[in-house]
């Protein structure tokens, strides 16, 4: 005569925490990179703005240079 057995089975995942640890961090890892994006350009941007009244200036300082000597000539 046959034996009714029954067998119990257990699981248990220990990888999904891992796995979702990981991917929130990859997460938090592009939103920091896109905001130190964001950041580069806005000091980009600044900087040529900078370059721009740099470059505004030298050519005021040779004009008025130019009017020194000028003056300085004549007397």
Do not use: C
Request: proline share 0%; glycine share 4%.
């Amino acid at each position: 005569m046959g034996r009714n057995i029954s067998i119990a089975i257990s699981a248990k995942d220990n990888f999904s925490d891992a796995v979702n640890k990981m991917n929130n961090s990859g997460i938090r890892f592009n939103k920091n990179l896109e905001e130190m994006q964001a950041q580069l350009n806005a000091i980009n941007k600044n900087r040529a703005t900078l370059k721009l009244d740099v470059s505004e200036a030298r050519k005021n300082l040779q004009a008025l240079q130019k009017e020194y000597n000028a003056a300085k000539k004549s007397g």
